[in-house]
């Protein structure tokens, strides 16, 4: 049986390791990550990655390859992680992509919108208006030229809010109508590709959430912030990809005396929760997503059978279209 690309999605903490773990040893599949932190070298406790148990049980790829100071953007990801499927493909073995990058999963499967590229002078413009008039009047601008594409936007979403106002101001078009039209992407005919979207209950998913950060801090979050300030030069060195990064802000302001260790738990916390929010939000716009819902320990085995049935259903259905 030739396997579909098998792309497993969903918030942070639900339990897309665990799941993929089961599917990958039963199907002789490897995992390529779509995360976007993940990807970077020296995060791998504040980025959630895999364990080194986990990562010796099924081959991982695009884990810790990257220097955090070289900042990979979703092109730049969706290019790597080709290269890397075909190389694994080329050995006879199934393919798990295995993340909650949205972007990152749009650029590799989808392709790339041709929005143009960024305006100096526009993005000037924009950044002075914000340190005149703060976030909100922009994003009520944003809200009224494109709602759309303001769902997915919040208040720290600086990059984002600039990049979408900076496109409009340029075309005269909304932001989300340039991504309606994409170039390249690995989901074309004949490859079959089959999304599953896994979910909890929200007081379940949130329970876990908490559970995964004190953890982190336990692991030596805070250590590992500090080995990356010494190997850059001091804390306000540290490249944009880790400051920028769920938690890890949180955990600078400790270090540099602005707050204390149990704030930073806090707010790493609260950050966490809405950054898993803004993921369901946007996996929730595509409809290809078959979505899984489960809880306890061992809904990860649950899905993992649940996807296998519909590999095998898939795959038989596939068969009888052939002939």
Not at 70 to 77: D, H, I, N, P, V
Not at 186 to 204: A, K, T
Not at 293 to 310: F, H, K, N, Q, T
Request: overall charge neutral.
């Amino acid at each position: 049986m030739t396997l579909p690309l098998i792309v497993l999605c969903g918030p942070t903490a639900v339990g897309k390791t665990a799941t993929a773990l089961s599917l990958a040893r039963r199907l002789d599949c490897e995992v390529v990550s779509v995360d976007s932190r993940q990807v970077y070298a020296g995060m791998a406790i504040g980025s959630g990655a895999p364990y080194a148990m986990e990562l010796r049980k099924v081959k991982h790829h695009l884990i810790g390859e990257v220097p955090p100071d070289q900042r990979l953007t979703a092109g730049e990801y969706a290019r790597m992680a080709l290269e890397r499927i075909g190389e694994i493909e080329s050995r006879g073995r199934g393919v798990l992509i295995v993340g909650g990058s949205g972007l990152y999963l749009r650029a590799l499967l989808d392709g790339l919108s041709p929005a143009p590229p960024a305006d100096p002078a526009i993005r000037e413009e924009l950044s002075h208006e914000i340190e005149r008039l703060g976030v909100e009047p922009l994003l009520d601008e944003l809200h009224r030229v494109d709602p759309e594409y303001a769902t997915h936007v919040g208040h720290r979403d600086r990059k984002r809010l600039v990049r979408a106002l900076e496109v409009q101001r340029l075309t005269g078009r909304p932001f989300s109508a340039w991504h309606q039209t994409t170039s390249g992407g690995i989901d074309q005919p004949p490859r079959r590709v089959m999304r599953f979207g896994l979910n909890r209950p929200r007081p379940e998913l949130h329970r876990m959430i908490e559970a995964r950060v004190a953890a982190m801090f336990a692991k030596g979050w805070v250590v590992e912030v500090e080995d990356l300030a010494r190997q850059y030069g001091g804390i306000e060195k540290i490249p944009e990809p880790v400051a920028e990064a769920v938690g890890y802000r949180s955990i600078i302001a400790y270090l540099i005396g602005t707050t204390t260790l149990q704030d930073a738990g806090q707010r790493a916390l609260f950050a966490t929760r809405q950054f898993a929010k803004r993921q369901m939000t946007w996996f929730r716009a595509d409809p290809r997503i078959v979505w899984l819902e489960g809880s306890g320990p061992e809904a990860p085995v649950r899905w993992a059978d649940l996807i296998l049935d519909a590999i095998n259903n898939n795959s038989s259905d596939h068969a009888r279209e052939s002939h």
